[in-house]
């Protein structure tokens, strides 16, 4: 456990109209392979084949959510096929843990990942919100966001205690069931003063934050109520310091802080900064930028797991604001960790161990396992960067290379955004249903068995194998807006619900995809808007 194609139309437009779009367009294309490196020619022409549709891929990424809902759904559930399941959940401990999501294709609620999911929700929100409003997507994004946000105030039971999990993999994983038919263990397990979490509450204090920020002018009361929790949490977990999985040892196995908790405070805190303007904060994230890691470590991943490079270009993007002159000799030494990030993704680092893999299709490679979700926080942060390096007019300036322009990174974030949507040697979308080839085998339960509402009879654990897991028929349920895994370094992919390393998908695959998704929506009208 990690854990449509559709072509621009323009029907209507008179013919000489689309002659001087195509005049423009080959135009501005010829103009921009003058400026651009030799191997951002190649990405280019690898997928200008191909031409997406951004915004369905948006309002489908953001339909995923409401397939990863544990809890009593509400009226407006878009995603037919499932219905209430984990009502119990904290009955036990004489707590209430209804909601929340499922982090992939079976039923633990794991806290860490969870919270990881939602802030990169919020962060998505907060940077392209116009653009996700734009598309018509604003109210399913903020929906998404406040199903975590309100579990966490739940688990959140007083200032020392924060449930980390719902659930446990081991016995979970004995059987394969809808989680409407859930037999397994609900029991629940918490972190406190004698058993800490930091790297836990860290990341919970960050996506409540972070959340506060989304909804501070829309529900201000909410808002207040989640900076509240964030600070109370952040604080308990720096106060009472360690990892989160020797304290649930259940966790270990499936979500085990290999990173530690020293980043998950930096990114708290960072968050804590953005949402209150509390210099507290900020100087937290400066006098512990060297003992914590925040500007020793030379990441080239981004994940649930490792929050380095995305504190390095929080940070990065505070040297542009005059009140922080006086922490400028910190933030400059995060921004070269955030450009070495940066141009590690673009492979343009002194030497290939300091870069990151690619397959030989071009698509961004860190490992076996679920990589599609380092393609997609990696196309974020390059993304984020690209806007601040054009708003403040400035260029990304990689090992004795020349400088990089905003346009060569969001030409790379398309061309890996397009090999998840179909540009790739087996044209097919890793975004599931979207275009007319995808995994139709996901291993996920829920999608695997025939829905709850069509058939309410009992399905049980050993029966789910038998008569689901083991089918070589495509899943009864499509799980939309789901990014599986992803191929392996050769770009190869196998479509079986066993292949779990390749064809299981996660909300934090997903999350940070909304936000690319909306600035790539909006730079397909931009380009649309200049062609009249």
């Not at 805190?269 to 507290?280: I, R, S």
């Not at 009140?323 to 070269?336: G, V």
């Not at 007319?436 to 399905?459: C, D, L, M, Q």
């Given at each position: 456990?990690?854990m449509?194609m559709?072509?621009?139309?323009h029907?209507?437009?008179p013919?000489?109209c689309?002659?001087?779009?195509?005049?423009?367009?080959l135009?501005?294309?010829?103009?921009?392979?003058?400026?651009l490196?030799?191997s951002s020619i190649?990405?280019?022409f690898?997928?200008?084949h191909?031409s997406?549709?951004?915004?369905?891929?948006?309002?489908k990424s953001?339909?995923?959510?409401?397939?990863?809902?544990?809890?009593?759904?509400p009226?407006?559930?878009?995603?037919?096929?499932?219905?209430?399941?984990?009502?119990?959940d904290?009955?036990?401990?004489?707590?209430d843990?209804?909601?929340g999501?499922?982090?992939?294709?079976d039923?633990v609620k794991?806290g860490?990942?969870m919270a990881?999911?939602?802030?990169m929700?919020?962060?998505?929100?907060?940077?392209?919100?116009?653009?996700i409003?734009?598309?018509?997507?604003?109210e399913?994004?903020?929906e998404a966001?406040?199903?975590?946000t309100?579990?966490?105030?739940?688990a959140?039971?007083s200032?020392?205690?924060?449930?980390?999990?719902?659930?446990d993999g081991?016995?979970?994983?004995?059987?394969?069931q809808?989680?409407?038919?859930?037999t397994t263990?609900?029991?629940?397990?918490k972190?406190d003063?004698k058993?800490p979490?930091?790297?836990?509450?860290?990341?919970t204090?960050a996506?409540?934050?972070a959340?506060?920020i989304?909804?501070?002018?829309?529900?201000?009361?909410?808002s207040?109520?989640?900076l509240h929790?964030?600070?109370q949490?952040?604080?308990?977990?720096?106060?009472?310091r360690?990892?989160?999985?020797r304290?649930v040892?259940?966790?270990?196995?499936?979500?085990?802080s290999?990173?530690?908790?020293m980043?998950?405070?930096?990114?708290?805190a960072?968050?804590?900064?953005?949402?209150?303007?509390?210099?507290?904060y900020?100087?937290?994230?400066?006098?512990?930028?060297?003992?914590?890691?925040?500007?020793g470590?030379?990441?080239t991943?981004?994940?649930?797991?490792?929050k380095?490079?995305?504190?390095?270009?929080?940070a990065?993007?505070?040297?542009?604001?005059?009140?922080h002159?006086k922490?400028?000799?910190?933030?400059?030494?995060?921004?070269?960790k955030a450009?070495f990030?940066?141009?590690?993704?673009?492979?343009?680092?002194?030497?290939?161990?300091?870069?990151?893999?690619?397959?030989?299709?071009?698509?961004?490679?860190?490992?076996?396992w679920?990589?599609?979700q380092?393609v997609?926080?990696?196309?974020f942060?390059l993304?984020?960067?690209?806007?601040?390096?054009?708003?403040?007019?400035?260029k990304l300036?990689c090992?004795?290379q020349?400088?990089?322009g905003?346009?060569?990174?969001?030409t790379?974030?398309?061309?890996?955004?397009?090999y998840?949507l179909?540009?790739?040697?087996?044209?097919?979308s890793?975004?599931?249903?979207y275009?007319?080839?995808?995994?139709?085998?996901?291993?996920?339960?829920?999608a695997?068995?025939?829905?709850y509402r069509?058939?309410?009879?009992?399905?049980?654990?050993?029966?789910?194998?038998d008569?689901?897991?083991?089918?070589p028929?495509?899943?009864p349920?499509?799980?939309?807006?789901?990014?599986v895994?992803?191929p392996d370094?050769?770009d190869?992919?196998?479509?079986?619900?066993?292949?779990?390393?390749?064809t299981?998908?996660c909300t934090?695959?997903?999350?940070p995809l909304?936000g690319?998704?909306?600035k790539?929506?909006?730079?397909?009208?931009?380009l649309?808007?200049a062609?009249?």
């Amino acid at each position: 456990m990690t854990m449509e194609m559709k072509e621009k139309q323009h029907y209507g437009v008179p013919f000489p109209c689309r002659l001087l779009y195509l005049t423009k367009f080959l135009l501005h294309l010829s103009l921009t392979l003058i400026f651009l490196s030799h191997s951002s020619i190649s990405t280019i022409f690898a997928s200008a084949h191909q031409s997406f549709d951004y915004a369905e891929a948006l309002s489908k990424s953001l339909l995923y959510f409401e397939a990863q809902r544990s809890g009593r759904l509400p009226y407006n559930q878009r995603l037919t096929w499932r219905h209430h399941s984990g009502l119990t959940d904290g009955l036990e401990q004489e707590v209430d843990l209804v909601g929340g999501y499922y982090d992939a294709g079976d039923h633990v609620k794991f806290g860490l990942p969870m919270a990881f999911t939602i802030t990169m929700l919020c962060w998505g929100v907060i940077e392209y919100g116009e653009e996700i409003g734009g598309a018509g997507e604003y109210e399913h994004a903020l929906e998404a966001i406040k199903w975590g946000t309100d579990y966490f105030i739940k688990a959140h039971t007083s200032p020392n205690v924060l449930w980390a999990e719902v659930g446990d993999g081991d016995t979970d994983h004995y059987c394969w069931q809808r989680p409407e038919d859930m037999t397994t263990s609900r029991r629940a397990y918490k972190i406190d003063q004698k058993n800490p979490g930091s790297d836990l509450a860290g990341e919970t204090a960050a996506a409540m934050a972070a959340a506060s920020i989304v909804f501070k002018n829309i529900n201000p009361h909410y808002s207040h109520l989640l900076l509240h929790h964030a600070q109370q949490v952040f604080e308990f977990g720096d106060k009472y310091r360690g990892k989160y999985d020797r304290s649930v040892g259940v966790v270990k196995m499936y979500y085990g802080s290999v990173s530690g908790f020293m980043d998950e405070l930096l990114w708290g805190a960072v968050w804590l900064y953005k949402a209150t303007d509390n210099e507290e904060y900020l100087e937290y994230v400066i006098n512990k930028s060297l003992c914590f890691g925040g500007i020793g470590w030379s990441i080239t991943e981004f994940s649930w797991d490792v929050k380095y490079a995305g504190i390095q270009i929080i940070a990065s993007k505070l040297l542009n604001e005059e009140k922080h002159k006086k922490h400028r000799h910190i933030l400059e030494q995060y921004r070269s960790k955030a450009e070495f990030y940066l141009c590690a993704c673009l492979n343009k680092n002194n030497g290939s161990h300091n870069n990151v893999d690619r397959t030989p299709a071009g698509l961004l490679y860190v490992r076996p396992w679920n990589n599609m979700q380092y393609v997609s926080s990696a196309t974020f942060l390059l993304t984020v960067y690209a806007d601040f390096l054009q708003k403040t007019n400035q260029k990304l300036n990689c090992h004795e290379q020349q400088a990089v322009g905003h346009e060569e990174l969001i030409t790379f974030v398309k061309s890996q955004v397009d090999y998840i949507l179909g540009s790739n040697p087996k044209n097919m979308s890793y975004l599931v249903g979207y275009g007319p080839k995808f995994p139709t085998r996901v291993h996920h339960r829920g999608a695997s068995i025939v829905s709850y509402r069509e058939n309410k009879g009992f399905i049980g654990c050993t029966q789910g194998y038998d008569n689901w897991y083991s089918s070589p028929e495509p899943n009864p349920n499509v799980l939309f807006g789901a990014l599986v895994g992803g191929p392996d370094c050769q770009d190869n992919f196998s479509d079986e619900r066993g292949n779990y390393m390749q064809t299981e998908a996660c909300t934090y695959n997903t999350a940070p995809l909304v936000g690319v998704f909306a600035k790539l929506t909006q730079e397909d009208q931009n380009l649309l808007r200049a062609s009249y």
